[in-house]
Each structure stands twice: as C-alpha cells, then as structure tokens.
C-alpha cells in the first residue's frame, strides 16, 4: 500500500509541471502508474499555475551540427566536422583536416548559454595539400623528403596546388596535387634601336645576370653603356636595362654649295659671311640614305646666321603716326643714326640718337624714344549756350555753373578737333514726392545756395529737418535731406457707436464683451487716399466649451462616471466620479480653462482612484496595510487587478505571485551513493523560474531535502547552494552543484527536493526526485506540490 501510495503522488507531482516534454515511455510507464490506488496527501490550498512550469523557460541545448554549406564543394572537402554534429553548451569540438589533407586541428565552441538550433562557433584550420609527384622544374629542398624548391635553370616560389578528384566521401577522397610557381630562367631580349646610330650586337640572347655594352656606332660617337639583364629572368619579352646613350654625329661631307651666308676659314671653321651676322652651326643630321642598306649616310646643315639689313621708320599706327616724325630715319643704314621731331600741330624737342644696331637683322630694329610733344592750341569752336568769350579767357554764361575749359583733340585722320566743356546749367530745387505724413510747402523752389523747412503734416507728430539746395545745383531734383523727421500718430478717435461685436468700453478702457475672452488691442489704421486713420479692435474671440470628455477604452468607460461632463463651458468645471456600484473612490474635477476660445479642446482633468473590492483570499497573497504582498515563499510582485466583466461587472483578482523553482534538476544516477552512514555525492541543477523566464533577483540560495512521498521536506537542509550573479539565459541543468555528504535519511524518506529560499522564506515546492528503497534505478519526477490528493 505504501509503495502504490507512492506512486500515485509521484504521478501526481509529475503532472502538476505541465510543460515537462515527458517521452513517450515515460508517459507508458505513468498511465501504468496511475490504475495504482491513491492516497491523499495533505491540500496546499495554492494553484497549479503558480507553480511555473519548466517548458516555459527555453532550454540550454547542443548546437546544430557544424556545416560548411558557406564553402565550395572543392573546399569543404579539406575539413572532417564528424566530431561537431551535437555539441554541448559550454563544450568544444575539433575541427580536422580530411586525409589526405594534412595539418593541425582547430576547436568549435558552442556558447554555454546556447538555447537554439545555432552552429557552433569556429575557425577552419590550415590543411595542406597532399605532396605531389615529382615535376620538371621542381627539386626536393636541400635534399630533405618534405618542402619543395626551383631546379637550377629555373626561379619561382614553388606552391603545391590541389582538387578533389573523388567524391569527397571517406571511401573516395582522391586528391590530385601539382606544383607550380617555378618558370625556366630565359635570355633577355636586346632592345629595338636606330640600327645606323647604336650598335648591340654584343647583347644578343643575354641569359640572366650577364652584362653587355650598348656602343655608338661609327661614324657617331659617345660613351658606351653597359646594359644588363636582370637576375633569375623568366619573362621571355623582357627587355634589358641600361642607361640612356647619346650619341653624336661631329663629322659630315661640308653641303655643296654653300648655302649663302655662310663661309669657311682657313682652319676648317665655319663662320657668317660679310653681310651676315650671328653665329655658325654646323649640324650633322641623317640624309635621305639613313639606314643600313644605304649606308646610314649623314648631311651637314649649317644655321646661325642672318643677313644685315637697314631700318625703316615706319610701322606707326593710332596717335603715334599723327604725332611723331621719322622721316629722317627712313632707310637707317646699320649703325647710322637719326633725330624724331613732332609733327604740327604737335610741338616738343626732338629726340637725337636714335640709332639702327650695326648688325641689324630686323627692318623694324630702329632704337628711337619718343619726344615729349605737347598741343599748344587750336582755333575756338563755335560756342555752345553756357559759355561766353571775354578779352582773355573763356567763362560761363548766366544761370550756368562750372568752369569753361577748350580742348583740342587730335582724331585717328590726324584732324583737330576744338571742343569746350565744364559749364552746367543751375536748377532751383523742387519738393520731393513725398507721403502725407511730411509738410514740405517751404520747399516748392528753393534756389540754390538756399535751404527750407521739412515737418510733420496733422494728424502726424514729430520734429522737423533742414532741406538744402547746393550752390550751382543743376538737377532739379537736387534738394539734400540728411535726415527726414520721424512723423507718428499717437492716437486716434475711438470707434463710433454702434462698438464692433464682442468688444465694450469701461472707464478703465476697452475690454472683450460677455461671452468673449481675449486681450483688446486698438490700432490706428493708415488711410492713404485721405491721408488719415480710424481705430481698429482686435484681439477678443468667441469662448468655446471644451469638447465632451472621451473615455477610449471599455475598461476606462467602466471604471469612470462622465455623465457631467458632456457640455462644459469655459471657466466652468464638472465632476468625474468612480461607477458605482462596482467601484468606490472620490471624484475629481474636469476643467475647462477660462477664457477657452478654442473649438474642440479637451477637459483638463486627472483619473480619480477608483477601487474594486478586494478578492478572495488564496494562497501566496497577504494582505497589510500597504496594501497585498507576497506570502512567505513566493517571489514576484502582488499585484490586485479589477478585471472587467459583462456587464461593466467587475471581477477581482490577484496575481504577480509565483512560487520559485529550479528550471531542472540532473539525474542521480552513479553520482548519488549510499551507504550505512547515508547518501554522498553531488546534486546538480538549474536556476530558478518564475513568470516563464529565469528569475533570480529575489533567490539568496538553494536547499536540499530529504522530502516524504508527497514532496514534504523532512527535518533540516542536508546541503545549500547559494546564488550566482553569473548571468543565466537559459535553463541549464548543471548551473549548480549541490555537495551531499553522509546524509542520513530520516523515517518516512521517498527522495530529494531542491527548494528555492527566498527573501522571505523556503518556496512551498521544489523540484522531487524519488529514490526508492534499492536506491537502483532513482527516476527524476517534476514539481511536487505538497497535494497529490487534488490532482490524482
């Protein structure tokens, strides 16, 4: 009876932890278990839900089996992953190369927090190609059986490449390996030149690090140059390198004839004939029978010297052909010189010593500096009006300003042209075009040298200003106002009667009417056609009530009573109260602010705190002064909700509470021994849950009881564990490890519980493992809840 008794409740506790993914052979074996009798145990009086089930906390799982699907098929083959198919959090695995790749292996990793189906974390290792056959061109490295080298003849930096020739699978993972990077060693070629000036026939085919010389050739001359070709060469279409080579032609046939300009002196040196001038150049160039065939024959050209000429005077142009005089230095002869005179009706000194250069090669070579020629005087021009003629000088005529000047212009066609300026017509001031707001009647004539009064014309205000009409003022317009009064209006007459809607008048001033809200503002409005204002008021506007207050969602309609508030004026307010009879408290006001002229706005007001009764008692929930808690064991925060019903009923609840347990707890076997002084060895589990996640902010440790059939504890703790800061994000079942040592089992021991103690106590339920009395085969069951009689 006492063994059937034990299986009911441990049914019982099993299935109170509802989300325990049990297999399906544990589920066989349960269904056997539950046809047994039951035997109640004591009632706890709490609710299966607030004991939180371990299916709602995501598990600490291996990570998927490691895939190099990012990797070419060629690739991939390289890697043996076989070890990385299930690797558990916190563990690693190896990553290896496949035979025939050779090299050392490297680790994956899989986070010890891992609670998905993610791959673990690695780095592929270097895996080299298996070795190759022998090739031409390759030697094994100082003789050695590993590591590869050019062959003499040939340069490079061998590297071994490799496919899959199989289907990389273990029993068909050929590989095919070669080597490549080492190229024959090749001559240079000889660089491509003008045949009949360089000669490199001595840098034919110039295998790689040798040297030759780059010659001119005859009858050219200059220093050699040593071209080379560089070392360890394997590019056929390279070209040796060396300095650049000039070389000059000095000796030619002399040109028959001599071309004019040019003679030869005794020694053999060419010079500019008589009658010429410069220096002489003799150039060897290539003739027209430059090339081998035809004998790289060369020519001589001779430049460098021009003949003397003389200089002629002319070239003159604009002004300069109307003022200065050179025909005393028509044909200067090289070396001669000449005098430049001005020509009427300019007059100046002549310039002396103008010269042609004895070897003068340009005709427009004349060395002259100009006279300074000045126009001493015209005949008068005819008199424009404004200018009169007295006995000695030119002046302005009556009403006209200035003074009278003649000038005598000389035009392009070398013709004198008199003119006279400097004389203006004066003008008496007239009134600017102004607004109404000046007075400037003293200002319709002013003439000049005179001023006039500038002021403000009624009903403007202000100062007054000085207009000034200049001496000799020859624009109407003229009249010089520095700065122009300021002209105001202060005031004006109040509007008549009828008074604009919405506005009245007190002795104290204007104000908005009854029903208006607003601050007046009176405003003297320019009227420019009669250059006057009237009064203008603005600033009041019709008051507005507030809209109705909305209550937007069924929960606030229920809970609040708004009937007051459908139509409140502004300055007025109404009362929000609780919705009786479900709900008590004191209302508040809805206010519309005074003076509200604004269509639609919405009532200021705050909720008032309308309350539900309390709910029934239940377990996990204590009721103080400060209002519900949690009872002692629990953990979370309390929390009263008035949940709304049909109707706007009102159904009270409590939540927020939960009873804390370890997410799982390993199984014992072969870690749990007994013996005659009791059990030892160590207990390893995960971190408590509450509210479907892990939760430790209100655990200070973990204890371990022996515990009766229905998960009661029995006497004191055999081991505590306390809590770890170490963040846990998922539900890992070696979290903790709980060290047991010769624990003696008391009278009426059915297994183990690991409670969660709390901030204010020991939780009411734990996780229960069984331990029967061969202590053979122990089973891990779910919470026990310390009531297998209301579940069975």
Known sequence: AAAAAAAACLVVAAASDAAMSLSSARLSAMRRLQA???????????????????????????????????????????????????????KTCRVRCRPPFTGVASNASCPAGNYYQAQPLYSLPTCACPEPSVSAGYVRAGGHSSGWECAPGYHGTPTIMCEAAGTCTATDNEVSSWLVGCKPLVPCIAPVVDPCRYDVSACLSLQPGQTCQVRCRPPL???????????????????????????????????????????KSASGTWKCADGYTGTAVNRCVPGTNWSPELGCGAVSVLEGCLPIVPCTGGGLTGID???????????LAPGATCEVFCKSPFVGTPTANNFCPATNTNKQGLQWTKPQCIFQDCD????????????????????????????????DACEVEPTVTGCVQVFPCTAPNTDCSFDVSDCVSVQPGSTCRIGCKAPFSGGTTIGNCLSGNTDRFGLSVSNW????????TDPVLPWPVGYTKSLSGWLCASGYAGTVAKTCRRQEAKCSFESVLSGCFVEQPCAPLNLTTEAERCRYNVSKCRWVNAGSSCQVGCRAPFYVGSPTPAECPTGNTKVGRELVW????????????????????????CASGFAGSARKMCNVGPGCSVEPSLVGCSVPVPCEVERVEHVLQRDQRGFSGTLRFGPAVLDAAIREGQVLEY??????????PLGSAIATVPRTTTAK????????????????????MEGLIVVVHTTTGDSPSGRFLSLNSTYSSPVRVGLSSASCARFA
């Not at 006995?391 to 000389?410: E, H, I, N, W």
Request: glycine share 6%; aromatic share 6%; with cysteine.
């Open 36 to 90: 047994a009798p039951s035997v109640a145990c004591p009632e706890s009086g709490y609710e299966a839900g607030q004991v939180t089930a371990q299916a709602a906390v995501p598990m600490c799982m291996a990570c998927s089996a490691l895939s190099l699907a990012a990797l070419s098929a060629a690739e991939a083959c390289r890697y043996n992953v076989s070890e990385c198919a299930a690797v558990a959090p916190g």
């Open 485 to 492: 009064p300021t002209c105001t209006v202060n005031t004006c």
């Open 729 to 748: 994000p998922c539900c890992q079942s070696n979290a903790y490890s709980a060290s047991i040592r010769d624990a003696v089992p008391p009278l009426g």
């Open 606 to 629: 705050s909720p008032p705190k309308c309350d539900c009764p309390d709910p029934p008692a239940r377990k996990g929930y204590n009721k103080t002064a400060d209002g519900w808690m």
């Open 380 to 411: 008068d021009p005819k008199l424009p009006p404004g200018y009169i003629k007295t006995d000695t000088d030119l002046q302005c005529a009556t009403s006209y300003s200035g003074f009278a000047r003649k000038q005598c212009r000389v035009t």
């Open 703 to 712: 204890r371990v009881y022996f515990a009766d059939r229905c998960g009661q």
């Open 221 to 263: 001359s200059g220093n050699p140059r040593t071209a080379k070709c560089i070392h360890m060469n394997t590019d056929p279409d390279r070209k040796l390198e060396y300095p650049s080579l000039n070389c000059r032609l000095e000796q030619c046939p002399d040109p028959r004839p001599w071309p004019p300009g040019y003679s």
């Open 321 to 331: 052909a109307c003022t200065y005089e050179l025909s005393s230095c028509q044909n």
